[in-house]
């Protein structure tokens, strides 16, 4: 029970010091349990967090589930107050829990093991990550499953800004062989930036050229090849060339425009609190851009949101409110 409270108050944390030993350590304990074909098995702990249990994954998921495990590590830092005051609820259930907890208090309240007798009976095999992490794996065999027919995919992840699309796409790409392309790409230039067309729901967006240069080779199993607007820039780079492969994930607000999303087979929304939003834009951005981003952005995604429906047209929609950044 103890290490559970501590897991739920702190994460993974005191399990990761390098990501390269954390997969080989998985691989090794994967290869040493029995496995069940049951399915996807996971169970929560609270906070945010749940437990995936190696027993149900394939070992082509374990980077994938490393990848999860050390960012849940990196982003989950608890308040030892609150893992405290949770402690004092063991007495009244375990009679015997003041004796072992006085001696845990002299220890300093460090990481623990689970008990012996605990590891005969039930066999613990798992990693914690954020209860959104686990529902990335449930899309990952979701999406596996229909690559099986060797018909090439298109999946959109589309959200609010600072939800977690690009890393759900870098999760995505440790284990489907796939093209990613950024909606950002294709963000519209000045010269077409005309009142009328701002005032459009998700018209910053160059969806007639994305059409034109994505969505057509796509449908035809041809060569892509755009050049990416650049905003540092604000301007066109250099060309980028895409070989057709099984799977392509196109990523970023406005891409489920409602000329573009039925030409997706399955699409994704991540959605967040505006709570969250700030604290991960302010985190990622700095706090000048986060003003243009509360005064700009946030609202003109909304805008759009609302004008399309864009969540309820989405196949599954992913919250990723809890623990995403570090909760004090």
Known sequence: MVKLLYQNAFGPGHMVSDPSASLQNLYEEWENIPHSSSGFFSEPIGNGLVRVY?????????????????????????????????????????????????????????????????????????????????????????????????????????????????????????????????????????????AERLAQPGGNVHYERFIEEVMKPLQNGSEISYRRFRCDIMDYGDAITLSPKPLTIIEGSYCMRPELHGLYHYSVFLSCSYEHQIARIRARNGEEMLKNFISRWIPLENAYFDAFQVKKSCSLVIKTDENFFSRR
């Open 54 to 194: 190696l027993e149900t994954l394939k070992k082509e998921e374990l980077p994938v589930l490393n990848a999860m495990f050390c960012q849940t590590a990196g982003q989950v830092h608890g308040s030892l107050e609150k893992f405290i005051r949770s402690l004092d609820i063991l007495p009244l259930y375990y009679p015997d829990a003041e004796n072992i907890l006085s001696e845990y208090r002299k220890k300093g309240y460090p990481p623990v093991s689970h008990s012996a007798s605990y590891r005969l009976a039930y066999r613990p095999a798992y990693r914690v990550v954020l209860q959104s992490h686990a529902v990335f794996l449930r899309l990952i065999r979701t999406l596996d499953s229909s690559l099986q027919k060797n018909i090439p995919l298109i999946l959109a992840i589309d959200g609010n800004c600072a939800s977690g699309k690009t890393t759900l796409s870098r999760l995505l790409a440790m284990y489907f062989d796939c093209n990613i392309i950024p909606m950002d790409d294709f963000f519209l230039p000045p010269a077409l930036r005309t």
